[in-house]
C-alpha cells in the first residue's frame, strides 16, 4: 500500500477504536458514521474529561461522519490515540502495522506462479558458450598475426557460417552448442578441421600448419628476395644452433640426422616434398627449439 492510503486505513481502525472506547461508558450506534447530534456532543464532553482536548462538531462531520481521502492535523491525531490508550498517533500506528491489509491468496498465487515461471526460465534457457580460439605456427608457437585466416563454422543442421581471425590471430564466437567444428585455411597455411567441446575451451589455443611449400613458391614466383631471406632469418633464431633434428622414415626404414642449417634450407625451398612435411614432435627451450621429430609423407 502507498503511504497516503496507509494512513488513511489507520485512521478508520483509529475510528473503529474510537466508538469502542466510547460504548464502555455510553450507549451509541455501533459505527461512528451512525452517531447523531447527542451522541456527538456526549462523545465531545468524554473526549474532554479523558484526554482534555476538543474537537468541533464540523471537524466531526468532515472526518468522522462522511469519507475523507486526508488526514485530520496530526495535534488531533494525537488528541485522539490518547483517547483510545496510545501515547500517540505514531504509537498507534506502530501497534497496528501488523493490521494491514494483506494480499488475497489470488494474487499470492499469481505471484508464486510468475515466480516459478522465471526460475524455470532462467534455469532451462539454452545457455549461450563464448568460443576463443588463437591460432599459433605448429613450428615456431608464434601467434599468426600477418594473414587472417579463413574461418568456417559447420553448424549442425544449418548452412555454413563464415569469420576471419582478427589482428592477434584470434577468433570468438558464441552459440548454444557444446561443440563446435570449424575449418581453417589460408593460402599459406594447410586446411585443417579442428572440433572442440566447450567443456576443454578455454581460449583455447590452435597450432596450424603453414605451408611452407606455398609460401616458398610465392617468394620464388614473385622474386620476393627480401621475405625469403627475412623467413630463413626467422627460422635461424628460432632454432637454437645445438638443436638436434631427427626425419623419420616410414615403414621403419630408419632416422636421418639433420643439421639446423639442412633443415632450414629443406623448408625454405619450394620442392614437392616440402608440401609432404608433417612435424611429429618439437621441444621448447628458452624461447628456442632444441629438439625436433619429423616425416615427409
Known sequence: MSGE???IFHFELLKKEIVATFLKTHSAPNTIEEWKGEDIVLFQEDLFEKVKGKVSEKWFYTYCKNST???PRIDILNLLSKYVGY???NDF?????????KKNNYTKIVALIIGIGLISWYFFQPKTHDYVFCFVDHITDTPITKTNLDIT???LNES??????????CFRYSTSEDQITFVVSSP?????????TFASNNNSTVRIASDDYSLMLDYYANNNIKDWKAHKAKLDNLIDDEVEIYRFYGNR???????????????STPTKSLNRIKILDKSIRNEKIVKLKFIVK
Open 153 to 155: 563454422i559447420l553448424p
Open 188 to 196: 599459406y597455411h594447410k586446411t585443417d578441421t579442428i572440433k572442440r
Open 253 to 267: 626404414l630408419g632416422v636421418e640426422i639433420y643439421s639446423k642449417m639442412s633443415f632450414i634450407q629443406l623448408i
Open 160 to 169: 555454413p557460417l563464415y569469420f576471419k581471425t582478427d589482428t592477434t590471430g
Open 69 to 71: 481521502d486526508k488526514l
Open 5 to 7: 492510503k496507509t494512513d
Open 87 to 89: 501515547l500517540n498517533w
Open 93 to 101: 500506528v506502530n501497534q497496528h502495522q501488523k493490521s494491514l491489509p
